[in-house]
């Protein structure tokens, strides 16, 4: 998340599970930077408001479509929970792909390794209407995020270093 909050200039809202509140220090650093903890286990009715406020304030929400980082670096399934927000809201979707943090710090890694490379690519704003397909009945957000997801994955990194 740091790695792609930098590369934005605007006001922004992370996503994170809620376990991530029960260290101390972790818990003092998530309120300050006003991220929105959200219990994955379950309809989180309060998360979603905290999104909606946040979008009505007119700030990014990032979230991760997978909702865990991967274990293996590769892709993995989208959860329903993205397309969920973006049809409840109809905002449009800017995807984003984060090439090199498995091997810069992986699911499990202790500490980062700080000689590699880490790429942020940003593509194109999708409008609702690409999404959101509203006669899906309760296939609906899943469809949603597996749309966003397929942009997502289309994305490649650059063909020359950026410094």
Known sequence: PPFVGCQIARQMRFFARKTLWSNRVASWWLDRVETIPVDRDSGDVGAIRRVLQALQEDRAVVLFPEGTRSPDGKLQKPKAGVGLLACKTGAPVVPCRVFGSFEAFGKGAKVPRLDTP???????????????????????????????????AALRPPAYAVV
């Open 118 to 152: 880490v790429t942020i690519v940003f593509g194109k704003p999708i409008p609702a209407s690409d999404y959101d397909a509203k006669d899906a009945g309760k296939e609906r957000y899943q469809l949603a995020s597996e749309r966003i997801f397929e942009r997502i």
